[in-house]
């Protein structure tokens, strides 16, 4: 919050400077980035890394993930566990089937094949429950890793292997480019000129040709330039925050860049 103060007064008073010499309908702003911090489920040691800094990941791709040794053990021993309940029920089918013909020739007598088809229900039962077992096994393990939620910059990696990274605490920091956007400003006389959904062009150095955008967001609350003196006279000083959105490749703005914005007509 304190840093998007700075760059609120940082660019309220870059847009008190140059609003004199600006083309009308111009106005100054700065590129910004919502950040999605990928964190434990559960604390744990980071057993590894799985990205560095500046790589673009995919959705789903592994970015790290915790010591899991007791894990890996529940799911080893619940995998163990479905394997002999699936040969157990195969063995009892095969029973069953058995006494099924047998009771037709009336070799056998029917409380026998009621007994083998409880037995058959039992191990199918069995077999039920050590596969949910498995998957709870599973999901545990899985817990013990982090993945991308979405394609995605890698802004930063916060932690090293063989630290401690307690649950809920960011591990690594992505920035989507359906994330990048940029806030300018606009003086009270030119508010009524936009409007969310209107289209603005972008201007930086690393901006490619009619770099458009679409503006998202339009501030209710107004800001001034210090000192704070609200009067007639301060009036022509009160500038609105407004947000835009590129229309395509976000990727050629970076957060805090300085953007010049211009309304498209």
């Known amino acids: 919050m304190r840093l998007h103060s700075l760059l609120f007064a940082s660019a309220a008073a870059l847009f008190l400077i ?53 894990e890996k053990a529940a799911r080893n021993a619940a995998a163990a566990n479905l394997a002999e309940a699936k040969a157990t029920l195969q063995e009892a089918q ?22 083998a088809r409880a ?16 998957d709870q096994a ?26 401690f990274a307690a649950a809920s605490q960011p591990v690594v920091s992505l920035l989507p480019p359906q994330n990048i956007k940029v806030r300018f400003f606009v003086p009270e006389a030119e508010l009524g000129r936009i409007r969310e959904g209107g289209t603005v062009l972008f201007s930086c150095s690393s901006c490619p040709e009619n770099f458009a955008g679409t503006i998202r967001f339009v501030s209710t609350d107004a800001g001034f330039a210090p000192p704070v003196i609200h009067s007639d006279r301060s009036k022509e000083e009160l500038f609105y925050m407004a947000e835009a959105t590129p229309d395509e490749t976000p990727e050629a703005l970076h957060p805090g860049q300085p953007v010049t914005v211009m309304l498209r007509e």
Request: neutral net charge.
């Open 138 to 163: 599973e999901w545990r393990l899985k817990r013990r890793e982090g993945h991308a939620p979405t394609d995605a910059l890698v802004q930063d990696v916060l932690f090293r292997a063989g630290e």
């Open 18 to 70: 140059a609003c004199d010499e600006q083309p009308k309908d111009t106005w100054q702003g700065y590129a910004e980035g919502e950040y999605v911090r990928v964190a434990p489920i559960d604390g744990g040691t980071i057993e590894t890394i799985e990205v560095k800094r500046g790589d673009r990941v995919k959705t789903g791709a592994l970015l790290f993930r915790l010591e899991a040794k007791s």
């Open 119 to 134: 037995r058959r229900d039992r191990a199918g039962a069995a077999t039920l429950a050590t596969a949910s077992a498995l």
């Open 94 to 115: 095969l029973d069953l089937q058995r006494k099924m013909e047998l009771r037709k020739q009336r070799n056998v007598a029917q409380a026998e094949l009621d007994t």
